[in-house]
């Protein structure tokens, strides 16, 4: 086998029983990035001297007998919104072009403490803000599957990468749907843990009540082995949930399925494309085939998620972006007016995309008729739709629907109405907005050969119960094995 066709237990079976050293499989995937990342983009840096050292590191206690964590030596990418201490961390903006982080983001530090190694930063919508990754400032990133495709957003850069094996895992993060929707459309598992399971220290914040981090990996097996490690409480996150269990997300993910229920929303029906249609109703089938029972139920207020979530996002963007002004944080245009500098900085060195979000979030919370017309009546959408979300789970374990209505469109099919491109969240804001656990995992392709996900979607802090479905059918199909042919 290749190593690019391998899982994380399989890399680690490799290094730990010395069949190749973390430095051999480092290069194997540097040595890809050079030969893949040219017609690919999703790379926005690579730090391929401090990754030799770390990986020399692990090899010498390898070599000198000493205890090493078992993933000590594997190789990973991230999002470039996560913050670590040696490359640049801008979110793809210019307005934090060459910033270098002084702290480390909890995920990535327990992630190095496991022994993962990180050589690279990957391409995003400028602040996560989009759903193509031609938001970033730097450059495009094109989806794998078919060049002239997007490879979705905003972690289009980490589906990318993951897709092409030019990393075995990469991390993303999700506001409201920015893991699945990329997943989805690049053939890869993306896995958005309930809020609160994953820490946001040191991840450039967008919409705080809605950021998450989570893997993006080739399988859900990869993906709650890389949960174990990140889910778990941390007192520098305020919103960190900390359970009365050690939360356990790879332990039980065996345990089969058979007589899970599972919900359909009668609601999606008019919103998918025929291509998704088709491929969603083959992977009910095979949920049957596993033992469960899929059985429709009603969602009432999925349309109202997106004006929901286009309020409420735009609102905390505008207040966490505030700091970037080019005196507080955040590069300045120097001018002698006062004036001037607040303005040309933010319309110099921000994209249209997050000055259209900073406008309309301060309008949003503007004047109290103002927000009362449209933030206050967006929180009680939401509280309604977590009600909903309540009711269904009362009587179903787990929630099925397409990760997006659409495949994937062409790269600049969206770029100029921004409402048509809103839409591709509308399967993926209900989990953000509710903050359950949700996965994307890929159920097959199109006529096009473009790959289509499927999401599962788990009530809040059911984070194990989903993790375990993607892991069932992932048992009995191979979509999530994969491989674009010009990558394999
Ligand atoms: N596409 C959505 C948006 O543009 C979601 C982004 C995200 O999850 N970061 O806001």
């Known amino acids: 086998m290749e190593i690019s066709e391998l899982t994380l237990l399989e890399l680690s079976g490799l290094l730990n029983s010395k069949q190749i050293t973390s430095v051999e499989l ?26 030799t050292e770390a990986a020399q590191e692990w090899d010498n206690k390898r070599a000198n007998g000493e205890p090493v964590p ?7 990418a991230v999002k470039g919104n996560m913050a670590d201490t040696r490359m640049v961390t801008d979110a793809a903006s210019q307005i934090l072009a060459g910033f270098v982080s002084p702290y480390e ?55 990318a990468a993951v897709a092409a094996r030019m990393t075995p ?35 450039i914040s967008f919409a705080s009540t809605l950021d998450q981090v989570g893997p993006i990996t080739t399988s859900a097996q990869d993906a709650a082995i890389i949960m174990n490690i990140i889910g778990q409480h941390d007192p520098n996150d305020s919103t960190s949930y900390m359970p009365d269990t050690e939360a356990e997300y790879l332990q039980g993910i065996d345990a ?34 596993l033992g469960c029972i899929v059985e429709e139920v009603e969602l009432p207020r999925l349309e109202l998620c997106i004006p929901t979530y ?53 309008l949003a919370l503007s004047s109290k008729e103002v927000s009362g017309d449209y933030y206050m009546k967006a929180q009680k959408v939401r509280q309604v739709v977590r009600q909903d ?57 199109n006529g096009d050969g473009l790959p289509v996900g499927v999401q599962i979607m788990g009530a809040v802090f059911d984070d194990a119960t989903v993790l375990r479905l993607a892991h069932a059918y992932q048992a009995i199909t191979e979509h999530h ?8």
């Not at 890809?32 to 840096?45: G, H, M, P, T, W």
């Not at 109405?417 to 509308?426: E, G, I, P």
């Not at 094995?481 to 394999?488: A, G, V, Y």
């Open 105 to 159: 983001a909890t995920v990535l530090k327990r992630l190095r403490e496991a022994g993962f190694i990180l050589f690279g930063k990957l391409n995003l919508d400028e602040f996560a803000m989009g759903s193509s990754t031609e938001n970033s400032s730097h450059f495009t990133t094109h989806n794998p599957w078919n060049l002239d495709y997007s490879p979705g957003g905003s972690s289009g850069g980490s589906t």
């Open 169 to 203: 895992f990469a991390l993303g993060s999700d506001t409201g749907g920015s893991i699945r929707q990329p997943a989805s459309f690049c053939g890869v598992t993306g896995f958005k843990p309930s809020y609160g399971r994953v820490s946001r220290y040191g991840i």
């Open 481 to 488: 094995t994969c491989i674009p042919k010009d990558f394999s």
């Open 26 to 51: 480092l290069n194997y995937y540097l040595n890809r990035v050079k030969e893949y990342d040219e017609d690919v983009r999703a790379f926005l840096e690579i730090d391929a001297e401090g990754a």
């Open 256 to 289: 089969g399925v058979e007589g899970l229920r599972i919900g359909v929303p009668k609601e999606i029906v008019d919103h998918l494309a025929p291509d998704v249609a088709e491929l969603f109703s083959l992977t009910l089938a095979k949920l049957e085939d």
């Open 310 to 362: 286009y309020v409420v996002a735009p609102a905390e963007a505008a207040a966490n972006l505030a700091r970037y002004d080019g005196i507080k944080y955040g590069k300045r245009y120097e001018s002698e007016s006062l004036e001037e500098l607040y303005l040309k900085t933010r319309t110099e060195y921000l994209g249209v995309e997050v000055q259209r979000r900073i406008m309309l979030g301060n």
């Open 389 to 445: 979300f309540e009711e269904v789970f009362k009587s179903y374990d787990l929630i099925v629907a397409p990760t997006s209505p659409t495949s994937p469109f062409k790269l600049g099919d969206k770029t100029e109405d921004a409402v048509s491109m809103y839409y591709s969240d509308l399967l993926t804001l209900p989990s953000s907005l509710y903050g359950g656990a949700a996965i994307s995992i890929p159920a097959g392709f």
């Open 70 to 76: 078992p993933f000590a030596g594997i190789p990973m």
